[in-house]
């Protein structure tokens, strides 16, 4: 595995599988939302997300969280080697995503100048953690089958089911990882 594609919704655990993956593996972390938002929470140009996704992902290897199916799975899909799919329940993402803007702290995962606030923005946000998977989980995974059907899949439903996926996998030499 030197190409992994993570997705899930918000609050899954993307981005600390990813980090956790990309120190036990000794691979490099690609966190789409840096890649796509402006300060400010500004959306970019499409093909100029498309030139960053793109560049971040050139290289050999890389661990690659986020969605973002129809702007980029075009880019990311033909390359990869195993696709994770964190399935986690709703209940527990939108915990997670009221928490995480609670504690107010930066996240290696966001781009600059893009602060968690609670404001309407965020209510709108909740609302698609709410119905993820059964408003937009179906289009992404039409479109992840429809360009990638034969890339093996791993589905994680919970902490226990991460912590052994992880434990399975060969650590980089010299990692400490406990």
Not at 1 to 9: A, D, E, F, P, S
């Amino acid at each position: 595995m030197q190409r992994i594609v993570i997705l899930g919704n918000a609050g899954s655990g993307k981005s600390t599988l990813a980090r956790a993956l990309g120190k036990r593996l000794g691979l490099p972390v690609v966190h789409l939302d840096t890649l796509f938002w402006e300060p400010g929470w500004v959306e970019p140009d499409a093909e100029q997300f498309r030139t960053r996704v793109s560049a971040a992902i050139a290289a050999d290897s890389w661990i690659c969280e986020g969605n973002y199916a129809r702007r980029t799975f075009d880019l990311r899909l033909p390359r990869a080697d195993l696709i994770i799919w964190l399935d986690t329940p709703r209940l527990t993402c939108f915990a997670r995503v009221i928490l995480r803007s609670l504690m107010n702290r930066p996240r290696p995962d966001l781009a600059a100048g893009c602060a968690e606030k609670l404001d309407r923005a965020f209510l709108t946000f909740l609302e698609f953690v709410w119905n993820f998977d059964r408003g937009y989980r179906p289009g992404i995974e039409a479109v992840r089958l429809a360009m990638g059907p034969r890339i093996p899949v791993v589905h994680l439903r919970n902490s226990q089911q991460i912590a052994a996926f992880l434990h399975g996998l060969p650590a980089m030499p010299g990692t400490c990882l406990e």
